[in-house]
């Protein structure tokens, strides 16, 4: 112990053997699949629009602005410092960066600013670019384009349409009336039902206000509420007539807080960016939309956006994901050679990227269909489908696609620092919200029953893919006989079947509209043999070419 001295040098090791901090990206101009697909779906002037956007979302600032929206979750203040009902979320200054970009850009909005004319397109293209900056904060993004629908069944709704058109992101707490731009939230669920929302017991009970017309106060509890510092929530409640939609303002017609009291916020699972709470109306001021007892029908057009973006969302987490790994694996050196040059590692990766490009395809087609509605009917046909098979099934891909890609970057991916980490708990949550997968199939088995359009739709849009490989022929040959079951056999495989609709669709895009390397091996291992675990490809599958897409 005499000879013992402490080391004066305190550097226990140098940094070696790891990827270099990424440069900087354009999430746009690196994404060659994005650029490639966009032709063939949007006009031109949607791939201009999202080209500045791309350079926005790639710079430094804005993944620091995801990353601090997560580190410092929303707080609630339920009460002021006197006691009186204050029901406020305060969010980290993060938040409002991005929900600005989003909104001053006019993203929550470009869906009706040019309807029929590729908007939706553009709106599904920027939402899956906007997921890759940070997903909790879309989900508001999500909720208010979407409220579109329901507010045309407002009567005197114009000021509410108009204040969602605005591009000026304003997070003060004040009447709505007073904000150039209003977001839009939705509290649908209770505890006793969940997705069965016929089971709701919130009453509405009419009431005359003067100078305002007919209004109604709500009383009960909502089990979800997402986005709970938006302007205005569609919820739906019980009336005489039985289930009604109407619209929620946080401010009465007389500027006072609405009595909408937040209980408390939600630990969830997924983004910590996000804030979703459990809410009491406790007289709560509220205006009819649509009908009385109509409420499932009008909530539903909502419904029906938003599945189009719980479908898009993932594709773009995808996106994100292996553009990590793919960074990880080009500079990490394993057994003496880089990990993107060894044959596991890239039939990994190759494979990552297939899903990937696989599921941007259907959303893009999905949003395609949205847009030619009004004037084809087969646009129209597809539109009542493919939101429902896509969010089925790109959301079951999903968890296990990010599980695949933490695993990738090894215990590195496994810590907070990387996306992985905050990518793969935020994985599952599309899949529950709007619908689980069940009554999403469920929902699926609706619409072929009572829009027998929409199955031949589906049929017309394979049949333009047929003939260019076996496995895809013998699969839609196989569909068409287990869709002429009886309605029993029917919702017992129900899932087998929104499988291999999405599955199905995906390949149709990919043979028409991807590079070859990737349709034949997407048939290959989707169709003729396919496998639970990513990696696994045919010997002789094109993993060069695939890789390259990589590549910007």
């Known amino acids: 112990m005499a000879d013992y001295a402490p080391r004066q040098d305190l550097t226990t090791h140098c940094v070696e053997n790891q990827p270099a901090a990424g440069p900087r990206r354009d999430s746009w101009r690196d994404d060659r699949p994005l650029r490639e697909a966009l032709p063939h779906f949007a006009p031109a002037w949607v791939s201009e629009r999202l080209a500045p956007l791309g350079q926005k979302l790639g710079t430094p600032e804005v993944e620091h602005w995801g990353e601090q929206a997560n580190r410092f979750p929303p707080t609630l203040h ?60 879309c989900c508001p993004i999500t909720m208010t384009h979407a409220a579109m629908p329901v507010l045309r069944q407002l009567q005197d709704g114009e000021a509410w349409r108009e204040r969602l058109m605005g591009r000026a992101y304003d997070a003060a707490a004040i009447p709505a009336e007073r904000k150039r731009t209003n977001t839009f939230g939705m509290a649908m669920t209770e505890k006793q039902g969940g997705s069965d929302v016929r089971r709701n017991s919130t009453r509405a009970s009419p009431v005359t206000s003067p100078g305002t017309g007919e209004w109604y106060r709500l009383d009960g509890h909502k089990w979800f509420c997402s986005a709970p510092m938006s302007d205005a929530f569609l919820t739906l409640a019980q009336t005489d007539d039985g289930l009604s939609c109407f619209l929620a303002p946080r401010f009465t017609p007389d500027a006072r807080r609405n ?47 938003t599945r189009l973006d719980a479908a898009t969302a993932p594709a773009g987490m995808m996106r994100q994901a292996v553009s990590e790994v793919w960074h990880h694996v080009k500079a990490r050196r394993a057994f003496d050679r880089r990990l993107a040059d060894q044959p596991l590692m890239q039939r990994v990766v190759a494979d990552l990227e297939i899903e990937t490009e696989a599921s941007l395809m259907l959303a893009m087609r999905g949003a395609c269909a949205m847009d030619r ?59 529950v919200w709007e619908g689980s997968g069940n009554v999403i199939c469920l929902d699926v088995l609706r619409i072929l029953d009572r829009h027998p359009a929409s199955i031949e739709a589906l049929r017309r849009e394979l049949s333009l893919a047929r003939g260019h490989h076996a496995a895809f022929d013998a699969a839609i040959d196989s569909l068409d006989e287990r869709l002429t079951a009886g309605p029993e056999q029917l919702q017992a495989e129900a899932r087998w079947l929104a499988q291999a609709m999405a599955q199905a669709l995906q390949a149709a895009m990919l043979i028409r509209y991807a590079p070859q390397a990737i349709a034949d091996t997407f048939c290959a291992t989707r169709l003729a043999s396919a496998s639970p675990i990513f990696g696994v490809l045919p010997i002789g599958a094109p993993v060069a070419a695939i890789l390259e897409r990589l590549e910007a």
Not at 85 to 99: C, G, I, K, S, T
Request: hydrophobic letters at 45%; glycine letters at 8%.
């Open 259 to 305: 009595a909408i009291e937040i209980q408390r916020l939600k630990d969830k699972c997924g983004n910590r960016a996000n804030a979703s709470a459990e809410i009491e109306y406790a007289g709560a001021w509220a205006q009819l939309v649509g009908e009385p007892g109509r409420g499932i029908p009008a909530i539903l057009e909502m419904v029906q956006q």
């Open 78 to 137: 339920a009460f002021d410092r006197y006691g009186r009902r204050l029901d406020e979320v305060e969010y980290h200054p993060a938040y409002h960066a991005l929900m600005a970009l989003a909104i001053d850009d006019g993203w929550h909005a470009v869906a009706w600013e040019r309807e029929h004319d590729g908007g939706h397109q553009a709106h599904v293209a920027a939402l899956y670019l906007l997921t890759q900056a940070e997903p909790g904060f």
């Open 373 to 431: 509605s009004r004037s084809d009917e087969h646009e129209a046909a597809l539109a009542r489908l493919l939101p429902a098979l896509a969010k089925f099934w790109h959301n079951k891909r999903g968890p296990a696609f990010m599980a695949e890609a933490m695993e990738c970057l090894g215990g590195i991916g496994y810590v907070e620092e990387t996306p992985l980490a905050r990518l793969y708990r935020e994985a599952p949550v599309n899949s």
